[in-house]
């Protein structure tokens, strides 16, 4: 493989953008170079150019049009932070153009949009990876690869989400103060879907083997944002969003899968993961893993003097040493770069997808699978919380089993 610099573009250059570029400053010279940024608001493309300056880089070319950077011949593949409403459709263009695109997490808002993706993946030089940085998790990595191993038995069940008290950055004394803020304030369904699947579909195999049926979601009442919006004095009060969108996936494979969408009231942050098979058990917020075999099960004895058993649950970090998947026993020790060097290992495995024209690790019918929770989701509350069916993204390619190697040391697939 080789190990050239890759040219590399950023759409969209707001607060994502930032820490993605700061990530990258930690990368050598020979690995990227970001030779392009666009923003459609001149005063971030100002701010960045600051930033490139501040830090004695090379000031890279500026562009308001994404489609004006896309034309740039050197620009070979392209990180794209804009916003929900945007990120979908200049992906698309970027692959159009047979650029490597590289889109920020978020949900759909419409099916079609997912297609048009899909279409463009598979008709142009280009590819889609998304930058699910929680899929190169330590711990979401760690159980991947307890599960490969067999120790957690065949899978059964599993649940993730996205429980993050976040009202303050949507809205404040003047109302919803972006993109985001308006979707919570509009919509109802589960918009930010990706960081706990994404992981959660990676271990179930979906799109390799197995792939997501269908959805049933559910609402809680509204009272979050009203609440928080209130306490500043938001002109804006009423959202659509219900505090707690619950959904349950069914999968080919027989697993179900419990979705949990959570951002407007007050709790500690959680993605809520539990990986559940016929012999071993993760919890996230338990921190804990049991293992039948590995992790103790004590006898105690009830009030009337009868034997019961009491499994007992490991701290996670116990399976470190010997259990962490190899790209963290290669970078456990530096893991330099945003939100606990997950960015790292997510920009790297794009970058060497990139650079030598492989298909990515999360690639576009994932993107296309995860994305449509959201708007099958909105459908299914719309609809009293009837089961929707997911579009099959792979056009029957689903069926055939994981790949028997892996494409690189990034691949999440086997
Ligand atoms: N993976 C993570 O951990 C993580 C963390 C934070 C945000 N995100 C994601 O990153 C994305 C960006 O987040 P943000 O907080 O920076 O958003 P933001 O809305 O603050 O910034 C988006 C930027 O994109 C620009 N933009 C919008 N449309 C454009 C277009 N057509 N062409 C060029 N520029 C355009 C806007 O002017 C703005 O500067 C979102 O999808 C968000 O969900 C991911």
Known sequence: MSTRPVKLGVIGLG???ET???TLRNFPQEECRVTAVCDIAPERIEKILGIFAANGLPAPKSYTAHRALLADPEVEAVLIPTSWNSHLAIAADAMKAGKYAGIEVGGASSVDELWQLVRNAESFGGACMMLENCCYGRNEL?????????LFGEIVHCSCGYEHDIAYELVDKNGCMCERGLHNLKRNG???PTHGLGPISKILDINRGNRFLSICSFASKARGFKRYAESVGSPVTDFAMGDVVTSVIRCARGETITLTHGISLPRPYSRDCRVQG???IWLEDARGIFIEGVSQTKTEIDVAG?????HVWDPVEKFYDKYDHPLWQEFRNNPVGGHGGMDTLSLSAFLDAARNRTPPPIDVYDCAAWMAVTA???SSIASGSLPVPFPDFTDGKWISPPPAAKISKWDLNV
């Open 15 to 17: 607060p994502r953008a």
């Open 20 to 22: 993605l570029l700061a």
């Open 142 to 150: 760690l159980v991947a690869n307890l599960v490969r191993q067999g």
């Open 190 to 192: 589960d918009l930010y």
């Open 278 to 280: 016929t012999k071993g």
């Open 306 to 310: 009868n034997p019961y058993f009491s």
């Open 376 to 378: 099958l989701s909105e």
